[in-house]
C-alpha cells in the first residue's frame, strides 16, 4: 500500500495512474505506479522526494520529473 503525498495523478500511455511522492522516511521517495484497482504495480526510488512528473515525447513514453532539489 503506498501512503503518502501526492502532488498531481498523470496516468501511463496504458492508464495506469503515477505518483511523485516523498516525505515519509528513506525507501518510501519516488514513483509509485498503481493499477485501477489500487495495486501497486512498480515503484521508481529516488534518493529525494519527487515534487512533479509528466510523461512527455511524441508517444508519452518519456517520464520527466522534478525532485524537491532538482530535476
Not at 2 to 15: E, L, M, N, Q
Amino acid at each position: 500500500m503506498c501512503r503518502g503525498f501526492a502532488d498531481r495523478v498523470p496516468t501511463s500511455r496504458d492508464g495506469n495512474p503515477w505518483f511523485g511522492m516523498g516525505w515519509m522516511g528513506p525507501g518510501t521517495d519516488g514513483l509509485p505506479s498503481l493499477t485501477s484497482e489500487g495495486e501497486l504495480i512498480q515503484r521508481i526510488v529516488l534518493p529525494e522526494p519527487s515534487a512533479n512528473l509528466y510523461f512527455g515525447g511524441t508517444k508519452r513514453n518519456r517520464l520527466l520529473m522534478t525532485r524537491s532539489r532538482s530535476l
